[in-house]
């Protein structure tokens, strides 16, 4: 399977991609997409950018974005901290 799929109007991402980001085993990442310990946001480009995706994933202060064409395949890939944006069970 591709790294990254089109699903819909979205994006599936494989586990091994966000686990390999933030220093995960792959088998974590569902149960933390589903505890809203690992978010996400999706934003489709304008303009110039018509027809690149950027697909953000945040975990624990870092942050992991991928642009991706409309078929998946990922263009750019950047891994960053985000100090102060922990998601709220991360604090728990």
Do not use: K
């Amino acid at each position: 399977m591709a790294e990254v799929t089109r699903a819909g109007e979205g994006f599936t991402v494989e586990a091994g991609v966000l686990g390999a980001a933030f220093g995960l085993d792959p088998a974590e990442v569902p149960d933390l997409l589903r505890a809203g310990r690992i978010t996400s946001r999706c934003e489709a480009g304008v303009e110039a950018d018509l027809g690149r995706w950027r697909l953000t994933f945040f975990h624990a202060g870092r942050a992991l974005r991928l642009t991706v064409d409309d078929g998946g395949q990922i263009l750019s890939r950047s891994l960053y901290d985000t100090p102060g944006r922990a998601a709220a069970s991360d604090t728990a």
